[in-house]
């Protein structure tokens, strides 16, 4: 692919940007890119930061230029009470000095954790494939008959009649697929 900017030499790099639903692709040389600098987000020659790209996305304090606007007041920093990180130096090095950072840092983590996670911030862990459908038809057994509980608690007995029928039909078809193995 030929760069869009100069269409001489080759695009190495290739940004991929969409708003409001819109996706458009820029597909350009370093060169240009270089030349364009803050158009690409490049400081002149001095190369690309990731660590900048990561913390402008989790829109945490630190920005790619680092200096501070005017008029800004100095907040009371954030500091781990074990290894002294603080939250900026974590946003630099891209991970924790111990174990206590995590407690210290839950509040700041939360809404990167469900930016990245799509809204989910517990790990429910993978389930390997050969075993999946079965575990998968238990995990939503044990959650219907938790919400057939509560039905029963709410006295919504209709309800509770409707979800014991799922987990009977649930249980059913667990016990042909097992019967289907053996």
Same mark, same amino acid.
């Given at each position: 692919?030929?760069?869009?900017?100069?269409?001489?030499?080759?695009?190495?790099?290739?940004?991929?940007?969409?708003? =409001? $639903?819109?996706?458009?692709?820029?597909? &350009?040389?370093?060169? +240009?890119?270089?030349?364009?600098?803050?158009? *690409?987000?490049?400081?002149?020659?001095?190369? *690309?930061?990731? =660590?900048?790209?990561?913390? $402008?996305?989790? =829109?945490?304090?630190?920005?790619?230029? =680092?200096? !501070?606007?005017?008029?800004?007041?100095?907040?009371?920093?954030?500091? +781990?009470?074990? +290894? !002294?990180?603080?939250?900026?130096?974590?946003?630099?090095?891209?991970?924790?000095?111990?174990?206590? +950072?995590?407690?210290?840092?839950?509040?700041?983590?939360?809404? &990167?954790?469900?930016? *990245?996670?799509?809204?989910?911030?517990?790990?429910?862990? !993978? &389930?390997?494939?050969? &075993?999946?459908?079965?575990?998968?038809?238990?995990?939503?057994?044990?959650?219907?008959?938790?919400?057939?509980?509560?039905?029963?608690?709410?006295?919504?007995?209709?309800?509770?009649?409707?979800?014991?029928?799922?987990?009977?039909?649930?249980? !059913?078809?667990?016990?042909?697929?097992?019967?289907?193995?053996?």
């Amino acid at each position: 692919m030929v760069c869009q900017e100069c269409k001489e030499r080759p695009a190495t790099l290739h940004f991929t940007k969409i708003i =409001n $639903g819109e996706k458009s692709e820029v597909h &350009i040389c370093e060169h +240009c890119a270089q030349e364009k600098g803050n158009m *690409f987000m490049f400081s002149g020659g001095s190369g *690309f930061s990731i =660590n900048n790209l990561i913390a $402008g996305l989790l =829109n945490t304090e630190q920005t790619i230029s =680092n200096e !501070k606007p005017e008029g800004f007041k100095e907040n009371k920093v954030l500091q +781990c009470e074990r +290894c !002294k990180m603080t939250f900026q130096q974590f946003t630099k090095v891209g991970r924790f000095g111990c174990s206590e +950072c995590y407690r210290t840092f839950e509040e700041k983590m939360q809404p &990167i954790l469900k930016r *990245f996670h799509s809204g989910n911030t517990i790990h429910a862990g !993978k &389930i390997p494939q050969r &075993i999946g459908g079965s575990m998968h038809v238990r995990k939503e057994i044990d959650l219907l008959k938790e919400e057939l509980q509560a039905l029963i608690i709410q006295e919504e007995f209709e309800s509770a009649a409707n979800i014991r029928d799922k987990i009977r039909e649930l249980e !059913k078809k667990l016990s042909e697929k097992r019967e289907g193995e053996q």
